[in-house]
């Protein structure tokens, strides 16, 4: 009875390589985001998404591309991963553009080697 | 821009204690979001607050927006080991920013 799931949970994977993480989300918001949180544990902002359309787009390399199919699914594409996209990236949801409360998925470990 | 800056970074405390952390912003905010995030685990949200010189409470847990709407803090009476873990405040104007997080470690 997940509310927002992420797949993968572990991302091993070496430099250069392309990756893709899943999110979904059963809470019915409309809203979804990304978001980094390196080993500092600062948490950043990547990417948002309200009802499939892109809302915020922070200051991020464009070999990361932000896709939702629909309100439910919101995945991130990595192109030539570098180590210095080791981090956990969490998916995340609310009802309603951002300020209001948002639900947190477990997150995804990725270590690029 | 807009900044958000969260202290203290770390916090020990003794079991019993109290804590407390704070967020300061360079800017008057619509709201104000506290989250806190266990080792291991990802954030989750505990509460917001709107209005000016709002005071909410949960339990333990006693949060309140300034009279400016430009800080907040976040005070838990009593520590327990369960309250182990990183709290976040984050502001949601047009940008969407985190605090640097305060870690709070309980010594038995």
């Known amino acids: 009875d997940t509310a927002v799931s992420q797949t993968p949970k572990y991302l091993v994977t070496q430099m250069g390589n392309d990756k893709s993480i899943k999110c979904e989300q059963n809470l019915g918001h409309d809203t979804m985001y990304w978001y980094k949180q390196d080993s500092k544990k600062f948490l950043k902002i990547m990417f948002s998404?309200?009802?499939?359309?892109?809302?915020i787009n922070e200051t991020v390399p464009n070999r990361f591309s932000p896709k939702s199919p629909d309100k439910a699914h919101l995945n991130l594409h990595i192109n030539s991963l570098e180590l210095g996209d080791s981090a956990v990236y969490f998916c995340?949801?609310?009802?309603?553009?951002?300020?209001?409360?948002?639900?947190f998925g477990p997150g995804t470990r990725l270590t690029v080697t | 821009g807009q900044q958000v800056m969260q202290i203290p970074q770390y916090q020990h405390v003794q079991e019993g204690e109290d804590f407390t952390t704070y967020c300061n912003s360079s800017?008057?905010?619509?709201?104000i979001q506290w989250y806190k995030q266990r080792p291991g685990g990802h954030p989750v949200f505990l509460i917001q607050?709107?209005?000016?010189?709002e005071v909410k409470k949960q339990k333990r847990l006693t949060f309140q927006f300034g009279e400016a709407k430009k800080n907040s803090s976040l005070h838990i009476t009593a520590t327990q080991t369960t309250d182990v873990g990183t709290y976040f405040c984050?502001?949601?104007?047009?940008?969407?920013?985190f605090g640097k997080g305060t870690r709070l470690h309980i010594l038995p």
């Open positions: 984050a502001v949601q104007d047009d940008k969407i920013i």
């Open positions: 607050l709107v209005k000016s010189g």
């Open positions: 995340a949801s609310s009802q309603g553009r951002p300020s209001y409360e948002q639900y």
């Open positions: 800017t008057t905010l619509s709201n």
């Open positions: 998404y309200n009802n499939k359309e892109l809302i």
